[in-house]
């Protein structure tokens, strides 16, 4: 397996725009996380899936924030509208259900937004 | 999930054995303890976990103490490309479903030529 695979590697757009980030978990994996990394926060949870469930999305930051997993193979975080302070690595991470599980990362989306 | 305590950097030098400790005083019984690294740029990487007993694989060694209170990851032999940021999580051993990873701040491990 390819391992997570996260679309695009790099997004520079400007404020106010729509920016939506890609994510295809592993093959058979039941468990999709959203994670974001800045400098001042470290790496937060923003929201996962069970199931193509959503589970908890305590850790959207705002109602600009949505995620979606239509399928068991792709899900989508979309920020609208984008803004300056939104800039951060955001990883999409998969694993089996169940809490003796490992998760294993995508190599993230560095989203700049100016 | 319980709070883990680990210092914020670490040097070793390349080809000795480097040792991360953790602090969880607070961890309950069942709670596992996860390791992580994340290289420069790169999403983290599992490394390890366990519950009470002492766990070895391919990466590294986890040495948890008795009382569960705090534990080791020990890198054998460590090399550059193990410089990192090493993270010790405790995860709540919950039902069926997974649940996602509450990261801190982790520790700088840089490994010396």
């Known amino acids: 397996d390819a391992g997570v695979i996260q679309s695009p590697r790099h997004e520079v757009t400007e404020m106010g725009q729509e920016v939506t980030l890609r994510c295809k978990p592993i093959s058979g994996h039941n468990s999709l996380f959203w994670y974001r990394q800045t400098m001042m926060r470290g790496l937060e949870l923003l929201i996962y899936?069970?199931?193509?469930?959503?589970?908890?999305d305590s850790g959207m930051p705002e109602d600009r924030f949505s995620a979606k997993m239509p399928n068991a193979s792709f899900s989508t975080l979309k920020i609208q509208p984008s803004e300056p302070r939104d800039s951060a690595v955001y990883f999409c991470?998969?694993?089996?259900?169940?809490?003796?599980?490992?998760?294993?990362f995508g190599q993230g989306t560095r989203l700049t937004v100016v | 999930d319980a709070k883990t305590t680990q210092p914020t950097s670490m040097d070793c030098a390349e080809g000795r054995a480097a040792n991360l400790p953790c602090n969880h005083s607070?961890?309950?019984?069942?709670?596992?303890v996860y390791w992580y690294r994340q290289i420069h740029s790169q999403g983290p990487q599992y490394i390890i976990h366990?519950?009470?007993n002492n766990e070895t694989n391919e990466m590294a060694s986890l040495i948890i103490t008795e009382d569960r209170k705090s534990s080791t990851l020990i890198l054998p032999h460590a090399t550059l490309r193990d410089t990192a940021v090493y993270y010790c999580?405790?995860?709540?051993?919950?039902?069926?479903?997974?649940?996602?990873?509450?990261f801190g701040k982790g520790t700088h491990l840089i490994i010396q030529p």
């Open positions: 366990g519950l009470k």
């Open positions: 991470a998969s694993s089996f259900q169940g809490p003796n599980t490992e998760a294993f």
């Open positions: 999580i405790v995860r709540v051993a919950t039902g069926g479903g997974a649940d996602g990873l509450t």
């Open positions: 607070t961890i309950s019984g069942n709670e596992y």
């Open positions: 899936f069970n199931n193509n469930v959503p589970i908890d």
